[in-house]
């Protein structure tokens, strides 16, 4: 599994657009890049995938460049709810039955008022 | 939308105690996990499972913890004599499958503290 390597923390305000760009310079031909949130206690929640370009939800968007080598997190018009850890994580393809997530420490944002 | 439910949300328990942590994933989830988080660091894979057998465990995962799914529904991992270093947070989290990264959902998790 590629690894991965993020800001430790972010500090935004409110309404503010928050980029959170993640590197992955071993990333293979079939690994896709999931982001991840975690509020305190709380289990991870999904936020979004992709594997190149661009890809929008109802929450953020995901940019991918041309090479893959990162990947960047937009998270626009931040509130105070978005304080939280986002995690990148890359894989691919399985062999077998193997699926696991390895996760990094992510990224802490704080959105201030 | 479906979630991922785990119980006890918080688990006290005295060390050398067998533990159970419950977990039902979604319901037409086939790829169940647990992870495990201790205060202030990273989440820890610990095993993952398919087609009611394991199919990856990590070194954390040794012959003190056992997973099983005794019906259709509830997944759990059992901690049979625990120890002060057991004390985190549990997660599970199941996925539907497929080729490639697939999207896991994780529950609220358990607290377990042993003392």
């Known amino acids: 599994l590629a690894k991965t390597t993020q800001p430790i923390s972010m500090d935004s305000y409110e309404g503010q657009e928050v980029n959170i760009t993640c590197s992955h310079n071993?990333?293979?031909?079939?690994?896709?890049i999931t982001w991840y949130q975690q509020f305190p206690s709380q289990g991870p929640r999904f936020i979004i995938q992709?594997?190149?370009?661009?890809v929008t939800n109802e929450v953020a968007s995901l940019f991918i460049p041309a090479d893959r080598k990162s990947s960047t997190l937009s998270l626009p018009r931040v509130s105070l709810s978005d304080t939280a850890v986002y995690y990148c994580?890359?894989?691919?393809?399985?062999?077998?039955?193997?699926?696991?997530?390895?996760w990094g420490l992510g990224t802490s944002l704080a959105v201030n008022p | 939308e479906p979630e991922v439910t785990q119980t006890p949300s918080h688990q006290v328990t005295q060390m050398g105690q067998e533990v159970i942590l419950r977990c039902v994933p979604i319901?037409?989830?086939?790829?169940f996990y647990w992870y495990r988080q201790i205060l202030g660091q990273k989440v820890e894979f610990l095993v993952s499972?398919?087609?009611?057998?394991?199919?990856?465990k990590s070194e954390i995962f040794d012959d003190q913890f056992s997973v099983e799914r005794p019906d259709g529904s509830n997944f759990t991992l059992k901690i049979r004599s625990t120890k002060l270093e057991d004390s985190a947070m549990y997660f599970c989290?199941?996925?539907?499958?497929?080729?490639?990264?697939?999207?896991?959902?994780f529950g609220p998790g358990t607290r377990l503290l042993v003392l």
């Open positions: 989290a199941s996925g539907p499958g497929g080729d490639f990264q697939e999207t896991q959902y």
């Open positions: 319901s037409n989830h086939l790829y």
């Open positions: 499972f398919y087609n009611n057998e394991i199919s990856e």
């Open positions: 071993n990333i293979a031909t079939n690994d896709y």
């Open positions: 992709g594997y190149k370009t661009k």
């Open positions: 994580l890359v894989g691919g393809r399985r062999a077998g039955n193997n699926r696991k997530l390895i």
